[in-house]
């Protein structure tokens, strides 16, 4: 999924209402606001990235509904970081605890906190360095454990919370450790 990011004039910050706004009037387009007021915007997926996020959000429901000690999310999920970024991870989950303590309002909108655990997926058009980035954006911002997934080089990037990353050369499942304790991501599907 190749992104373009515009840039605004450095004197104009979106609020959070303005940029629901532009997102509502562009109902087609996957838009991301960084912490530094750029508005990304993401083209769709292709039909085999589409596919491997589809059995990835599919093998996390499941995981999931076995176990409901959080909600899941997809990408069309937007996320209020801290930083002041609205970002939309490809797969993510928020403790129970932490989606309890939300508002009614707060869930119909961009949800006002970073997720406990979050997937990106390299598509084949992706910027590989600009979704690390974005992974130790996530982490700057509370990630507890995050997967950076490259399907070409067949390789794992491991994000946790206050640790260096771990690269991984060709798993064929990774953990949730205790973030999301049981659940198990077999890879094959996805590197298939």
């Given at each position: ?143 507890q454990l995050g997967w950076l997934i490259n399907p070409k080089e067949q390789q794992v990037i ?35």
């Open positions: 999924m190749t992104a373009l990011t515009l840039q605004l004039p450095p004197n104009l910050k979106l609020t959070d209402e303005e940029f629901e706004q532009i997102v509502a009037v562009n109902k087609d387009l996957r838009l991301e606001l960084t912490a530094e007021g750029e508005l990304v915007i993401m083209s769709p997926a292709g039909g085999e990235t589409g596919n491997r996020n589809f059995d990835l959000l599919g093998q996390l429901w499941f995981w999931n509904s076995q176990n409901n000690l959080g909600k899941a999310f997809n990408s069309s999920t937007g996320f209020k970081l801290p930083n002041g970024a609205t970002r939309s991870p490809d797969a993510s989950w928020v403790k129970m605890e932490r989606w309890d303590a939300l508002t009614a309002e707060q869930r119909k909108k961009y949800l006002p906190l970073c997720p406990d655990f979050a997937v990106e997926l390299v598509s084949e058009t992706d910027d590989v360095e600009d979704t690390q980035a974005k992974m130790q954006e996530y982490l700057a911002n509370g990630l491991i994000y946790r919370h206050n640790q260096a990353p771990e690269v991984l050369q060709s798993p064929t499942s990774l953990s949730g450790e205790d973030v999301l304790p049981g659940f198990i991501l077999k890879l094959q599907p996805i590197f298939g």
